[in-house]
C-alpha cells in the first residue's frame, strides 16, 4: 500500500427523480449526500451500512454509471467528474453481487472474459486472446477446461470467479467490488475474499468493498466507512472502527453482529436500536439518525452534525461524541 | 402390485416417538423426481427436538434444512417424494397424515415463518384482514374477538401503533415489521413448534438483532419449540440449545451449542467454522476456506458425502458412508476418523 491517493471523491451527491405516492408528484431520493473520502494506491476501504443507504450508489457514481448531481471525483489526480470516460473505463472496474444475473447465459466463459480483450482491442492475434483468457482464469482458480463452459454449469462461486476474471481482463488499477460475496456460501465466502486478497497482493489492486456484513469488511479492509442513510457517518482504520467506535450507529452495528462464539455472544453487550431506517425520500431533519438515536435531542433535530476528523484518520459525525463516551 | 406394498408397509414395525419430544424424526429419505433426474434431497436423515427447546438447523444452501422442516409440515413441493423413514410430530404419525390433517395441525400446532416474508403476506389484503383470517380459521372466535386479538398479538411482537397498522397493506411496512407481522400470524394460535426459515437473512443487521431478541422473548413467554434454519453460525451461537449440522441432504454431526461450537468433530463442522472471519479479532490472519465445490445431489458421491471436499480423507471414505458415532449422550457425528477402530475391522473383514 502506498501513501499515495489513487481516488478523492469530494462532497459527492446523486440525487434521483422518483414518482411520490401522488399522482404526478415527483420527489427526490437523495441517495448519495455530500460524502467525501479518500483511497489510497493498493488500499482496500470498506463501505458497510443498512441496505438502502446509499453504499451501490456511491460505488456506481464514482464509476459515473450515474452522473454525479454535485461534488467532485478525483482519480489519479485528474478530475474526472465531468471527464469522457473512455480511457478510465479499462483503470476503474466493477464486481457485482448476483454472480448468476451479471453473466450472459448465452456466452461461454471463455466468450465472457474474452469480451473486454476485445473491445479494448488488447489482443493482437487469436493465439494471444486465448492465452490472456487461460492466464485470467488461472489468476481466479480456474482452469482453461472451463472457457468452453457456460455460466449454468457452475457454481455460485465459480461464477463470481468468472465475474471477477471479466472485471481484470482490462488490467484494472481500481476495482469496485459491490457485495461480491453476498450470495455465496458461507463456506465458498472465504475462498473469494482470499482471492481478492491474493490478487491485490499479486497485481497491485485498489479496493473499494462494498458488503452489509461487517466481519468480512472488516477482515479485507484497512479502513472502513460506515453509510446512514446517504451520509457517511463515521471512517477510521478498521480495527479503531470495530473496537473504538464513537457514532452512535457504528456501535449499534458493531454490537448487533452475532458472534459464532457461544460465551463471548451471550455475554455480549446488545446495543439494539429501536425502529427502522427511515425513508430516504423523507428523511429526518439535522442528523438522520436521530430518530434512531438513544442521545438524540433538540441540536440534532435541529441541524446537520458535521464531519470532524477526532483523532488522526478518525471521522465522525455526530454533535454529542462526549455523551457516547 | 400396489395392494402388496400396502401390505409391506403395514407389517413394518414402526418406531414410535419417544415420550419426551416433540419432533422425532427417524431416518428420513426424501427425494424430488425432475427431469434431470433424482435429486436425492434427504438422505437419511434423524433428528428430534423436545418440547420448549430450540434447535438451530445450519448447512449449506440445498443441504436440505427446509426440505426436512417442510416434510415436517406436509409442505413437500412437487415432485418431491417422502421415500422412507418414520416421522413423529407432537403424537401424530406424519407419514400417514392427510391433507386435511395437515390444515387442521398448521397454524395450530406448528407454524412457519419465511425467508422473505413479502411473498409469504397477500399484497391485496391489509395486515388486519389477514391475521384475523388466521384466527377465524382456527378458533372459533367472532369478527370482533378475532380484531381484539390481532391487536394482542401486534403488541406482542412489539409493533407500534397497532390499530393503523392493523388497517394497512403489506408494502407499506418495513421489512422488520413484515417479519414481526409474520411471526404474529404464526403466533395467532400459540403453537407448540414455530420453524423459522432463515428468518433474518433478508434483515439488516439491527434490525435482525430486534427480531431475533423478540423470538427469545417470545419463546419464554409462550414456552414453544423453535426449529431455526440459518447458514449465519453467528445467529445459532446466541440462540440455540441444540444445533444440527446438515451436509448434502445428511444430519453429520449434532450437539449442544457449546459442543459444536467448542468440539467440533465432523470436518465439515471444523471447516465452517474456521472460514468464517472473526469480528473481534484484531490480527488479520488469512482465511481457512473449505475447498472445493458444495455436492451435486443429482450424483452424490458414493462414500462421505465431504470425501471429495475434505482435506483428512481416507480411501474408505471414498468408498463407504460413516455411522454415527457417539461422543456424548447429546453429541453424535458421521465421520470414518471418530470410528477408525470399525473401519480397521471392515478392512480386514474385507481382506
Ligand atoms: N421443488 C423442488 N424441486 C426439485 N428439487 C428441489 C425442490 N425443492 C428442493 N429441491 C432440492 O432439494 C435439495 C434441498 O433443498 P432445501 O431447500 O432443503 O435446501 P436448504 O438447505 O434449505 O438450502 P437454502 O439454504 O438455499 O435454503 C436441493 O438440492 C434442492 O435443489
Ligand atoms: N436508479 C435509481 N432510481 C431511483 N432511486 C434509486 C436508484 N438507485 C438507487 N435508488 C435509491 O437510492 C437509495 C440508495 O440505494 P443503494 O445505493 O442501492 O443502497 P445500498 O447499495 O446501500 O443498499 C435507495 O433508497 C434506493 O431505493
Ligand atoms: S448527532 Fe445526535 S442524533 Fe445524531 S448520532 Fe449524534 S447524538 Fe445521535
Ligand atoms: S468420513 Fe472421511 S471424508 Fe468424511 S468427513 Fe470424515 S474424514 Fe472427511
Ligand atoms: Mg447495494
Ligand atoms: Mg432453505
Known sequence: MEDKKLLEVEHLKQYFRVSGGKLFERRVVKAVDDVSFFINKGETLGLVGESGCGKTTTGRTILRLYEPTEGKIIYDGVDITHADMKPYRKKMQIVFQDPYASLDPRMTVGDIVGEAIDIHHLAASKEERRARIIELLSLVGLNSEHANRYPHEFSGGQRQRVGIARALAVNPEFIVCDEPISALDVSIQAQVVNMFEDLQDQLGLTYLFIAHNLSVVKHIS?????????????????????????????????????????????AAKRFVLQGDVPSPVNPPSGCRFRTRCPYADKCCEECEPEWKEVSPGHFVACHHIDKVQ | MKKKQNKETEAREIISAKPDRLVDIYHERLSFFTPAGEVKALNDVSLSVKPGEILGIVGESGSGKSVTAYSLMGLTAYPGKLLGGDLWFNGHYVNDMTERDFCKMRGNEVSIIFQDPMTSLNPVYTIGNQIEEVIRLHTDK?????????????????????????????????????????????????????????????L????????????MDLKKKLDMAIILITHDLGVVAGTCDRIAVMYAGQIVESGTTEEIFYHPSHEYTKGLIASIPKLHEEE??????????????????????????????????????????EISDTHISKCWLLD????????????
Open chain 1, 222 to 266: 484497512n479502513r472502513i466507512g460506515v453509510m446512514y442513510l446517504g451520509k457517511l457517518v463515521e471512517l477510521a482504520e478498521a480495527n479503531e472502527l470495530t473496537f473504538h467506535s464513537v457514532h452512535p450507529y457504528t456501535r449499534s452495528l458493531v454490537s448487533a453482529i452475532p458472534i459464532a462464539d457461544p460465551i463471548k455472544n451471550r
Open chain 2, 142 to 202: 367472532n369478527r370482533k374477538q378475532a380484531k381484539a386479538r390481532a391487536l394482542e398479538l401486534l403488541e406482542l411482537v412489539g409493533i407500534n401503533e397497532p390499530e393503523k397498522r392493523l388497517k394497512q397493506y403489506p408494502h407499506e411496512l418495513s421489512g422488520g415489521m413484515r417479519q414481526r407481522v409474520m411471526i404474529a400470524i404464526g403466533l395467532a394460535c400459540e403453537p407448540k413448534l414455530l420453524i423459522a426459515d432463515e428468518p433474518t437473512t433478508a
Open chain 2, 204 to 215: 439488516d443487521v439491527t434490525i435482525q438483532a430486534q427480531i431475533l431478541e423478540l423470538m
Open chain 2, 284 to 325: 488479520h490472519t488469512r482465511l481457512v476456506p473449505i475447498e472445493g465445490t458444495p455436492v451435486d445431489l443429482l450424483n452424490p458421491p458414493k462414500g462421505c458425502p465431504f470425501a471429495p471436499r475434505c482435506v483428512n480423507c481416507m480411501k474408505v471414505c471414498l468408498d463407504r458412508q460413516p455411522a454415527f458415532t
Open chain 2, 340 to 351: 477408525k477402530a470399525k473401519w480397521e475391522a471392515e478392512r480386514k473383514a474385507e481382506n
